[in-house]
């Protein structure tokens, strides 16, 4: 079992809203991602967990805000978004290790449109 | 300054042909190289991936050939099926296992029934 569930799927915000984008994986991964992807590009690094800490912020922006609860869920809490920020949000999980060759799954994508 | 690149926005391939994808990268320091598939509205889905310890792994129609010294790899699927239209990306990690892929600007590939 491969799986990333991200909710939701779709998400429309306004500029002066609060939101939070999920995520959750019980593959026993300890590293989980964020990445954006804007139409016709390739995704992009915005944050990397390992074992529920903060190992890498690709210089994100503050009104993206990531958090780990626990192994499991990964959540991007949302703020004052700007109508560029409006993207495919993807979360992903790889397996314990820091040692490059841990293939990375991803979810479907919480698309986002910020209005 | 783009390390992986796909530098063909798209392919057409007849169905029951080969579909060969190419990714070049600039990287050295890469060493684990991954394909994934993607529909629009969803996720990237894993294909196959290789280590720079082999320069070539297969599973099942897909074939992924690696060339270190010419920074090159490739992904072939034989025989193509329209079902495996979807844009197609390339993905490399570093050794310094900070667990970053980095990735091409992706083909889409289109099969022809």
């Known amino acids: 079992d491969t799986e990333v569930t991200q909710t939701p799927k779709h998400l429309v915000m306004g500029m002066t809203n609060k939101k939070s984008l999920k995520c959750e994986q019980h593959?026993?991964?300890?590293?989980m991602y964020w990445y954006k992807q804007k139409a016709k590009k390739p995704p992009e690094l915005m944050f990397v967990?390992?074992?529920?800490?903060?190992?890498i912020n690709e210089s994100v922006p503050s009104r993206f805000s990531p958090e780990c609860p626990n192994s499991s869920l990964l959540n991007l809490h949302l703020h004052a978004l700007q109508p560029e920020d409006s993207a495919l949000y993807l979360c992903?999980?790889?397996?314990?290790?820091?040692?490059?060759?841990?293939?990375?799954?991803f979810g479907e994508g919480s698309w986002l449109t910020v209005v | 300054d783009q390390q992986v690149k796909q530098n063909s926005p798209s392919l057409s391939v007849q169905e029951g042909r080969i579909s060969i994808l190419n990714c070049d990268y600039t990287?050295?320091?890469?060493?684990?190289f991954l394909w994934y598939k993607k529909y629009p509205a969803e996720g990237p889905t894993f294909l196959i991936s290789?280590?720079?310890?082999?320069d070539k792994n297969e599973d099942g129609r897909f074939t992924v050939f690696l060339n270190k010294s010419a920074k090159h790899l490739s992904l072939h699927i034989v025989p193509s099926q329209p079902g495996d239209s979807a844009v197609y990306f390339c993905?490399?990690?570093?050794?310094?296992?900070?667990?970053?892929?980095?990735f091409g600007t992706g083909t889409r590939l289109t099969v022809i029934p």
């Open positions: 990287n050295s320091m890469f060493d684990y």
């Open positions: 992903a999980s790889s397996p314990p290790g820091q040692v490059s060759g841990n293939t990375i799954y």
């Open positions: 290789i280590s720079s310890i082999k």
């Open positions: 593959m026993g991964h300890r590293a």
């Open positions: 967990y390992s074992y529920e800490k903060l190992s």
């Open positions: 993905a490399a990690s570093a050794v310094d296992g900070a667990n970053n892929l980095f």
